[in-house]
């Protein structure tokens, strides 16, 4: 089996393949001052509550956001399950032509995004990840990154509207009833969801125009996607394995004994 990691700044989220098959994925909070041992114990206990042993991982791979942990992680990866991983970072083959200004300033978890999303629904592309933050990523019809965008994410404006405010109460991220709410709760979850809603079609809209392409697929992924995709039609396709697969692919791609 190999184990693929993608560490973000609020979720750490695990896969592991059984040769192509998806055998296992999970999501546990990125703790900073964790240790190698407490990430390497709470591993081994999820994989045993799914039947799963720590000698059958041959293998994985690691794409950071958050660089302090990259040690900590690969430590927990030797300790525990015997392997050294593959850590997303130059030099590493992706495939995947950078035509920005600085190739070192586009985060790992927009390669691998960029990477699956052109492997398994071709170009021109616009992959929307909806994650701590909301990245808009554009591929052209070459199948190259040529740029896109950085938005708030939903969790983290939702927590910036609840702590700089004193009487707002923390609510769940739920499509309401209607646009107008009757109360507090549904008077942010509309602010949220349809305000977020509306980000996403302008922005798409204002990239179709920018790159001379209306027929450019549009591909969401992340947590929040499949809220945000039911309410506008310019998303074609909701991928919440995306990045994961994105890694195994990487990982085979690197691998000379895979």
């Not at 081994?44 to 690691?62: D, P, Q």
């Not at 591929?139 to 707002?168: Q, R, W, Y």
């Amino acid at each position: 089996m190999i184990i693929c990691m993608d560490v973000g700044n609020t979720n750490i989220k695990y896969a592991l393949f059984d040769g192509e098959k998806l055998a296992l994925s999970f999501r546990v909070a990125t703790e900073h001052k964790k240790t190698s041992d407490e990430y390497g114990g709470q591993l081994l206990s999820i994989l045993g509550n799914n039947g799963i042993k720590a000698n059958e991982i041959t293998g994985g791979i690691i794409s950071s956001v958050v660089p302090q942990l990259d040690y900590t992680l690969e430590r927990m990866c030797h300790t525990y399950i015997k392997i050294k991983p593959l850590l997303l970072a130059p030099g590493l083959k992706t495939g995947l032509n950078l035509r920005v200004d600085n190739a070192k300033e586009v985060g790992a978890d927009r390669v691998v995004n960029n990477v699956a999303a052109v492997r398994k629904y071709g170009a021109p592309l616009i992959v929307v990840d909806f994650g701590t933050a909301t990245t808009f990523n554009v591929i052209d019809a070459k199948g190259e990154f040529i740029g896109g965008v950085i938005a708030p994410g939903i969790k983290g404006s939702l927590d910036s509207l609840v702590n700089g405010t004193a009487k707002l109460p923390r609510v769940e991220i739920e499509r309401p009833a209607n646009v107008i709410g009757k109360n507090t709760v549904t008077n942010m979850q509309s602010g949220i969801v349809y305000g977020f809603a509306g980000l996403v079609e302008y922005l798409v809209r204002k990239i179709k125009r920018e790159i001379k392409c209306d027929e450019v697929k549009t591909v969401a992924t992340g947590g929040f996607s499949e809220i945000i995709a039911r309410e506008i039609s310019c998303i074609d396709v909701v991928d919440k394995l995306l990045t994961l697969e994105g890694l195994k692919y990487l990982y085979d791609l690197n691998n000379t004994e895979a």
